[in-house]
């Protein structure tokens, strides 16, 4: 240890980079080499031998959805959660038993494997099913198809109305909540703040939506990815992301950045919360229609429409004040609240699965939850004080506004 | 699990088409390469799953097949319910895994069978397995075949980690050897043993199972089996009023021979001895509840669902018989004799119906003249047995089924062929 050198209390001096003589990485390294020697031993010596009472765990089986591409044929999605590999042996159809195949041909799925399984089953519209898997130990697995009808799958022709739906649903709503902006120029700074707190009730409003919808696709997201946690993670990390953003702009203004202090960034913020919002949204009515759940009948889209239009204000009204934005941000605060619905209905009709749909509500739910901090900060005003009875009066009906509109669009 | 590998399933496509352009070159004017051309179809729909799959995975189900029915075969070598259907333990012959003899002792025949009780698993459809408590490691337990007036001694050894009895379904005398827990030595413990003696009486074809509790456990874990009790001819000439539902004063000369001869048909030495273009099945009625919840996943004759299926069909009129799978095979000429047990747990009843044929049932088989004539469809609640004679001689050759004629007892396994020939 020529590095060490005895002082006179009894300490030793070490030179700066190295502890114990060692280079740094090492140090960093050393828990985690030990770690591993440890689970090396444990694997071995398996010291717990002695608490194991021969008790196998349980196999652990999600049905996550069902598809039926025609009138002879059920699609079962299905994940295997458990510890264990598991083996299909047997599909019954309605308490019978019935011919299958499994996607990649081996009917054993290893642990977090997911696969499909076939059933040339000539089902009747309306009549429910129930699809069980028998697996090789005998436990079963049920599924209950309540009034089945033929998902339309993905064609080019159903892409095209999604996306004709998508712009109807998203786009449309916002850019004619967006042509608010004029109007709330020519408001009162009370009033616009009393606009700006509306807008946040409404984000608000749809936080509680998400999370309700969220909650209600947890039970079917497959076990093994914790989706009551995956959902908190959602929401902790799309807040910390926008408000890292956020922070950023905050520190750019601060040092005398004209763009970043204007209201532009907020306004961005909440098109791109919205847009994470409506992807969800989209993801819903996707794979709503995918699974033949659902007539996108006219009635729906006026509400869906009345529904967003009051995004629009939300988004411009952090920009009322000052100079008017180029006209190309106003185009793109549509595209970016607006438009996820198309990209959301596709991905919702082609691939839906509970647990990305947990996942992009999570999201949804996190972003608009800084937004609505971030926009409750903007309408403080002069006074410091968000928490005016206009604001509030303003804040209530924003979530009246949601919840009534919200009557119209159940998906 | 294995599933088909390449090889086995070349062979397989192979033995189906061949088989096919067979079927279809005695049946109908059809070319040879337009059915070939048919099945390569067929074949690359399911490689490509296109066969009505829009995900495009290729989850490939067997698409020359038609959707009813257990998938796959068995793979479990243990047990053939093929070979159960015509196996007797006579204390002369019989199983391997049943040690028997038989000898005479104070004037009366002796039966002497070895019974140990075994946990093990069995394959009851195709890739499932169901933990069984069982006579002799198999479900149903060893059929014994003994004449009325015998001795049938059954050394029992309890190598299960539950404990068990035997009680016989048969006219017993001593309470002792009645085979429940609140008599004679009660419920065995694992590692004990006991020799349960039993007087073969009445004739007919009876039951027994363990009566250890809980009972329904017991008996639907698969310890239970069938005792056939052969008619003695010549019993039966000295007290054939005692064979027939009629007053002794009906009983004529002609009655008593025709009583006699029904008797020697009867009786498993007379029909080893003799031609008589007969043959006899021993189907034991089953269900098996794999998931707990009181009701049955499975039901079978002889444990395994679909054993006596066809291996394959098209669900056009089309079929091949599995390597596992295959329907009973019958000669047109020989007389068919069903020994029929109901050992169902959890359903009141059970039923057996066969399809173009009408069949003379003989309840418990305790008579020598049918309690039902011309019928084609008979119930058994549990416990209940029978005998039943099928005469196809009339019949052209091809496939008969039989089933239980609950639906729902079918299509989850209790649906069999004659295929006759």
Not at chain 1, 251 to 272: D, P
Not at chain 1, 297 to 315: C, D, R, Y
Not at chain 2, 200 to 212: F, K, R, T
Not at chain 2, 232 to 244: G, L, N, T
Request: charged share 15%.
């Amino acid at each position: 240890m020529s590095d060490e050198r005895s002082e006179p209390n009894g300490g030793v001096t070490v030179e700066e980079g190295q502890t114990f003589g060692l280079p740094r990485w090492v140090l960093a390294l050393l828990p985690v080499v030990l770690l591993a020697i440890v689970l090396g031993l444990f694997l071995v010596g398996n010291p717990f031998a002695a608490l194991g009472t021969g008790g196998e765990p349980l196999p652990d089986v999600t049905i996550s959805y069902t598809t039926l591409p025609d009138q002879g044929t059920i699609l079962v999605h299905v994940t295997n959660n458990g510890p264990n590999a598991v083996t299909v042996s047997q599909v019954l159809v309605n308490d019978a038993y019935w011919n299958f195949g499994v996607s990649g041909g081996d009917r054993t799925l290893a642990p977090l494997e997911s696969a499909t399984i076939e059933i040339p089953y000539r089902w009747n519209p309306g009549w429910d099913l129930d699809v069980t898997l028998v697996l090789s130990d005998g436990p079963t697995v049920s599924h209950t198809i309540v009034a089945p009808s033929t998902s339309p799958g993905v064609t080019g022709t159903i892409l095209g109305t999604l996306a004709v739906v998508g712009l109807f649903v998203g786009i449309i709503p916002v850019a004619l909540g967006i042509l608010w902006f004029p109007y709330l120029r020519s408001l009162s700074e009370h009033w616009l703040h009393a606009v700006i707190v509306f807008a946040a009730g409404v984000l608000a409003f749809l936080a509680f939506d998400a999370t309700f919808d969220a909650i209600e696709l947890l039970e079917r997201v497959p076990g093994a990815f914790e989706g009551s946690l995956l959902f908190v993670l959602g929401v902790v990390g799309a807040f910390f992301a926008v408000q890292a953003i956020s922070s950023w702009r905050e520190q750019k203004a601060a040092a005398g950045s004209e763009r970043a202090s204007s209201g532009l960034w907020v306004a961005y913020l909440v098109a791109i919360s919205i847009g994470l919002h409506n992807l969800a949204e989209g993801l819903a009515i996707g794979s709503a229609f995918a699974l033949g759940r659902v007539a996108l009948g006219t009635f729906l889209v006026i509400g869906f429409m009345i529904h967003n239009v009051t995004e629009g204000p939300a988004i411009v009204g952090p920009v009322a004040r000052g100079e008017r934005p180029a006209l190309k941000h106003f185009v793109a605060f549509g595209v970016l609240a607006g438009g996820p619905v198309i990209p959301g209905a596709w991905i919702g009709s082609y691939a839906f699965s509970p647990t990305l749909g947990t996942f992009f509500l999570a999201i949804g739910v996190g972003a608009i939850l800084q937004v609505v901090w971030e926009l409750t900060k903007m309408a403080q005003g002069d006074t410091g004080r968000a928490a005016t009875p206009l604001n509030l009066g303003a804040f209530l009906v924003g979530f009246v506004f949601m919840y009534v509109t919200g009557l119209f669009v159940t998906v | 699990m294995p599933s088909l590998d390449y090889t086995r399933a070349a062979d397989y496509t192979e033995a189906l088409e061949a088989r096919l352009v067979d079927h279809l070159d005695t049946a109908f004017p059809v070319s040879r390469r337009s059915v070939l051309g048919g099945l390569g179809l067929a074949g690359s729909a399911a490689l490509t799953g296109l066969g009505g799959s829009a995900m495009g995975q290729g989850a490939g189900s067997d698409d020359d097949d038609s959707g009813f029915g257990a998938r796959g075969e068995y793979e479990n070598t243990r047990f053939d319910p093929h070979e159960f259907l015509t196996q007797f333990n006579t204390g002369r012959d019989g199983q391997d895994n049943v040690p028997q003899r038989v000898f005479e002792e104070n004037g009366q025949t002796v039966r002497e069978f070895e019974f140990t009780a075994v946990d093990t698993a069995v394959e009851i459809a195709p890739g499932v397995e169901f933990s069984a408590w069982t006579y002799n490691g198999q479900v149903p337990g060893p059929t014994l075949r003994v004449t009325e007036g015998d001795l049938v001694r059954i050394r029992f050894t309890n190598g299960s980690s539950n404990p068990h009895t035997i009680h016989p379904h048969l006219r017993n005398l001593r309470p002792e050897m009645d085979g429940i827990p609140q008599n004679g030595p009660g419920e065995l413990d694992t590692g004990e043993s006991f020799t349960y003696e039993w007087q073969a009486n009445p004739m007919g074809v009876h039951l027994y199972h363990c009566h250890s509790s809980p009972l329904k456990e017991h008996v639907h874990r698969g310890l239970y089996g069938a005792i056939i009790v052969d008619p003695d001819p010549e019993r039966v000439r000295e007290h054939p009023e005692e064979y027939v539902p009629y007053h002794p004063s009906q009983i004529t000369d002609a009655l008593r021979e025709d009583l006699v001869e029904t008797a020697k048909r009867r009786n498993y030495e007379f029909i080893q001895r003799n031609d008589y273009d007969l043959n006899e099945l021993v189907m034991v009625m089953n269900g098996f509840d794999t998931n707990f919840d009181v009701d049955n996943e499975v039901y079978a004759v002889n444990t395994r669902a679909f054993a006596y299926g066809v291996g394959r069909t098209d669900g056009n009129g089309n079929w091949q018989a599995g390597e596992t799978k295959r329907p009973i095979q019958i000669d047109r000429n020989d007389r068919q004799r069903i020994y029929l047990v109901n050992a169902t747990e959890f359903d009141p009843i059970n039923s057996l119906h066969t399809h173009s044929q009408f069949y003379d049932y003989y309840d418990h088989g305790t008579t020598l003249t049918p309690t039902h004539q011309t019928i084609d469809t008979v119930m058994q609640c549990q416990a209940q047995r029978g005998i039943l004679e099928l005469d196809y001689s009339n019949h052209e050759p091809g496939l008969y089924m039989f089933h239980a004629h609950q639906s729902e007892f079918a299509e989850l396994g209790w649906m069999s062929f004659f295929e006759v020939v």
